[in-house]
């Protein structure tokens, strides 16, 4: 098994958080080179995970480094020029959600890798939840009967006391605000577990302006309706500005059939899945006491992560890994877009 040499574009908290440290782990990965816009942070993060070249132009990284693939940690609004100046290096992406800005952007990128050979992934990690897949399981295995509703949150309360960075900013972040940051991650669950298109019905969009000359802002929250593939109705909240206490981040998932119930609760607390049908049953996943990363993503670390299974894949083409790719990520991106097209807005003066 050959050596993957891997570029890193974006050297921020998160790729500290997710990406480097489980790539530094991954025993075929190189890591060759990391890029930032102001050079300072890929120098921190190039000294802290020995990688060897550092850079502020991620068009120059790619033109002098003989790398197999690139990460891309980057704003929204940078992710399709990056994407198509890889893939015509041919070069292997993983790239962060929201794939694109919108839907013209990611149609384009997926027709760019429609006829390569190019290895292609997009974030979405709470597939990887340990009960979300037990929820799949019992799905597949008809443990409810047939789905009649189903309710979806994401919600975290940083947007509360401290602005939402870039994400919360139209012009970098794009239109969809939290709907793109957390709420992207409902869309793809939703289709991952139904195993089909969600079609939305209608929507609500609340902005907090929290000061009369800033930019224009993207939604803080979203509340939006939805059929499911089988045409049963779900209901999907995601906001940043809802207070969580102790709990960091919370994600709620129920679904409702027939025959049953299941009730999906993953905290920084911890993982629970109640199910409710002619059994009852209880699964929990603790890592640690008290509150912390570990419990809400305990496969960080770990080869789940989406992107050690990318990894994987361009060391092993031929073995089958399944992983969200930029298929996925288009079809998030047009649920997104449809949803913003039929939301009605509101504004709260803070």
Not at 18 to 35: G, N
Request: overall charge negative.
């Amino acid at each position: 098994m050959s050596s993957v040499k891997v570029g890193i574009i974006g050297a921020s908290w998160f790729a500290d958080l997710w990406y480097l440290p489980v790539l530094q782990m991954h025993p075929t990965v190189s890591l060759s080179a990391i890029c930032s816009k102001n050079g300072k942070n890929a120098k921190k993060m190039a000294e802290k995970y020995n990688i060897p070249a550092t850079y502020t132009s991620f068009e120059e990284m790619v033109d002098q480094e003989e790398l197999d693939g690139i990460c891309i940690i980057t704003p929204n609004n940078t992710h399709a020029d990056i994407v198509l100046t890889a893939v015509k290096k041919g070069l292997h992406v993983i790239c962060e959600k929201p794939l694109a800005m919108d839907m013209e952007e990611s149609k384009r990128i997926v027709e760019s890798v429609q006829k390569s050979a190019i290895i292609h992934a997009v974030n979405f990690t709470y597939r990887e939840n340990p009960a979300v897949k037990q929820m799949k399981d019992y799905l597949v295995r008809n443990k409810i009967g047939s789905i009649l509703e189903a309710d979806f949150e994401y919600t975290g309360d940083y947007g509360i006391h401290s602005s939402p960075g870039w994400r919360g900013e139209v012009e970098i972040g794009g239109r969809g605000g939290v709907l793109a940051d957390l709420g992207s991650h409902l869309i793809d669950l939703a289709q991952f577990l139904f195993e089909g298109t969600i079609h939305p019905l209608d929507a609500s969009v609340q902005v907090i302006k929290k000061d009369s000359n800033e930019t224009e802002r993207a939604p803080d929250s979203v509340f939006f309706t939805a059929q499911l593939p089988n045409c049963a109705h779900a209901s999907f909240q995601t906001s940043w500005v809802r207070y969580q206490g102790s709990n960091g981040q919370t994600i709620k998932i129920n679904v409702y059939g027939d025959k049953g119930k299941m009730e999906l609760l993953s905290t920084e607390v911890g993982i629970t899945l109640n199910v409710t049908n002619d059994t009852k049953k209880k699964h929990t996943w603790i890592v640690k006491e008290g509150s912390c990363e570990e419990n809400f993503r305990p496969w960080r670390l770990t080869s789940q992560n989406e992107i050690w299974k990318w990894a994987d894949r361009i060391a092993e083409p031929y073995v089958p890994v399944d992983q969200p790719d930029f298929y996925d990520g288009h079809l998030t991106q047009v649920v997104m877009d449809q949803i913003l097209e039929k939301a009605s807005y509101s504004k709260i003066e803070k």
